[in-house]
């Protein structure tokens, strides 16, 4: 009878010992699962992240481009308006004094 008993004993244990191996193994599997997502979702945000950056840099600068050139452009109307209200008050101004003399 005792030997049946500790038969059963060692049974148990090798049984118990065997299930926590398997446990022991899916958990790594599992941890091992969840840090390759992880890894994946910073390479992912990351590239992301650079790739906005990059496009926003890039944004910028043809914003900043096209502020230059939309304010040569506004600078030469402007000056040409001037030019053209002086020319008009020149113009008025010698015919009027034609006129009282």
């Given at each position: 009878?005792?030997?049946?008993?500790?038969?059963?004993?060692r049974e148990r244990?090798?049984?118990?010992?065997?299930?926590?191996?398997a446990r022991k193994t899916l958990r790594m599997e599992v941890?091992?699962?969840?840090?390759l997502v992880a890894r994946e979702k910073y390479l992912e945000d990351d590239a992301h992240r650079?790739?906005?950056r990059y496009f926003r840099l890039m944004k910028?600068?043809?914003l900043k481009k096209a502020m230059v050139t939309w304010r040569k452009n506004s600078?030469?109307?402007c000056v040409q308006s001037m030019v053209a209200m002086e020319e008009t008050y020149e113009s008025t101004?010698?015919?009027n004094d034609k006129r009282m003399s």
């Open positions: 009878m005792l030997v049946w008993r500790d038969f059963i004993r244990n090798a049984c118990n010992v065997i299930g926590a191996i941890f091992q699962r969840i840090r650079k790739l906005s910028n600068n043809l600078y030469g109307e101004k010698r015919a």
